[in-house]
């Protein structure tokens, strides 16, 4: 790809920008040779202003999704796309959500930009498992967990039951559950099938993957030990 559609799709600016950036010598080789528009280099030898490109090739990201935060990239009120660097949102190709967290969820939110990894990820053959914290308005029951392991749970409007998932216990009101899906307020609509209400939602894990001590609001790349990690 010829270097000026490379920076544009990066978002580094419109293309006519970016073109200029050229014309002032701004783009250079790693040894600071300067780049022309139409060259073709890899991406690991570029740099702009002097700094390798940001982020190196292909975009793969863990965000600490804080509550109050839409998964879309339109929606009115508050975006995750905004706790990211705003050029993230003009990149080609896009950078998604793997799958969502509902805007009062929060937790560990997957972006890529690697439509293969994407489908890896969510496809029901990788059966990845997510956990969930989850705070509720009534002490459970007891029945909850043989309910949920037993793979008969149908939600409403649904034509096939939920795979068994895992429920445990942490206290009366807080349960941590496992699923291998990812059906729409899946976590929600399954304390509703069991007359609980879920007041506060949290996802802690994907595959192996934790937030470790990622603070709420913040976000880093993953790297491929990550993605060993997430698949493991
Ligand atoms: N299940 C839900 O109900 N909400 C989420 O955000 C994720 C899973």
């Known amino acids: 790809?010829?270097?000026?559609?490379?920076?544009?799709?990066?978002?580094?600016?419109?293309?006519?920008?970016?073109?200029?950036?050229?014309?002032?010598?701004r783009i250079t080789d790693a040894g600071g040779e300067v780049l022309y528009a139409d060259d073709r280099v890899a991406h690991a030898d570029i740099r702009v202003d002097g700094e390798p490109l940001d982020p190196p090739q292909g975009l793969t990201l863990l965000l600490h999704k804080p509550t109050g935060y839409t998964c879309s990239t339109k929606d009115t009120g508050r975006l995750v796309y905004d706790l990211l660097p705003p050029r993230f949102r003009l990149r080609a190709p896009a950078l998604s959500t793997v799958g969502r967290l509902d805007r009062d969820t929060s937790g560990l939110l997957l972006f890529t930009d690697d439509g293969q990894l994407l489908h890896r990820i969510i496809s029901p053959k990788a059966?990845?498992?997510?956990?969930?914290?989850?705070?509720l308005a009534q002490p459970l029951r007891g029945d909850e967990t043989a309910l949920f392991a037993s793979g008969t749970l149908m939600l409403e409007s649904e034509t096939t039951p939920l795979l068994p998932a895992?429920?445990?216990?942490?206290?009366?009101?807080?349960?941590?559950?496992?699923?291998?899906?990812?059906?729409?307020?899946?976590?929600?609509?399954?304390?509703?099938?069991?007359?609980?209400?879920?007041?506060?939602?949290?996802?802690?894990?994907?595959?192996?993957?934790?937030?470790?001590?990622?603070?709420?609001?913040?976000w880093r790349p993953l790297d491929?030990?990550?993605?060993?990690?997430?698949?493991?």
């Open 1 to 25: 790809m010829k270097l000026v559609k490379l920076l544009a799709n990066l978002g580094y600016g419109s293309r006519k920008q970016v073109a200029w950036m050229f014309r002032e010598g």
């Open 127 to 135: 059966a990845l498992p997510k956990v969930y914290e989850a705070t």
């Open 166 to 218: 895992t429920l445990e216990v942490v206290a009366p009101t807080h349960a941590r559950l496992t699923i291998v899906e990812g059906r729409y307020h899946q976590v929600r609509r399954m304390f509703a099938a069991v007359g609980n209400h879920v007041v506060a939602l949290h996802r802690s894990r994907i595959g192996g993957l934790s937030l470790g001590d990622l603070p709420e609001g913040q």
């Open 224 to 232: 491929a030990a990550d993605l060993t990690t997430l698949f493991g």
